[in-house]
């Protein structure tokens, strides 16, 4: 019942998710924070199983920390996918598979453009331009297949 989702557009990148923690028919928690800030340009959505999504979120937030403290700059939203993309691939060939499914979305200063990937916990990447996750995305992926247009903002979008 959970249900991520993310909109490319040319400057941004529009992420949803609910609050719901639930497994099967029974709801645990309404008010789970699914987003988890990586960098100032750069942020992670993700859905799963609680324990999981939370210690692989935050083990991902502190290595691209620890990366910009080593290195005095922040990796690019495509450098922080491809390494959060090699994290689950290495923790699925393991014990300890971590079952995240996950959105990154970021802004790269160098190339000047919004970037928006998809990760599911079997570790495929693909840089989209909307995506989603959940119960919700049979519905959502309908919407936006008829009616997502490139570049173009939805009316009320400043």
Do not use: W
Request: net charge negative; with cysteine.
């Amino acid at each position: 019942m959970e249900c991520i989702l993310g909109i490319r557009f040319n400057d941004f990148i529009l992420l949803a998710a609910d609050t719901i923690d639930s497994r099967s028919i029974v709801v645990m928690k309404h008010d789970v924070d699914k987003f988890f800030p990586l960098s100032k340009n750069l942020l992670m959505a993700v859905c799963g199983e609680s324990g999981d999504t939370t210690q692989f979120s935050e083990y991902i937030a502190k290595n691209v920390h620890l990366y910009k403290m080593k290195n005095d700059y922040e990796l690019s939203p495509r450098a922080s996918a491809n390494f959060t993309r090699r994290m689950l691939a290495d923790s699925l060939r393991s014990r300890e598979r971590y079952n995240v499914n996950l959105l990154m979305a970021g802004y790269d200063e160098v190339e000047k453009k919004a970037e928006l990937y998809y990760m599911d916990y079997l570790a495929s990447m693909m840089e989209l331009p909307y995506c989603a996750h959940g119960y919700g995305s049979y519905f959502v992926l309908g919407c936006l297949d008829a009616y997502y247009k490139p570049g173009k903002l939805p009316s009320g979008v400043v």
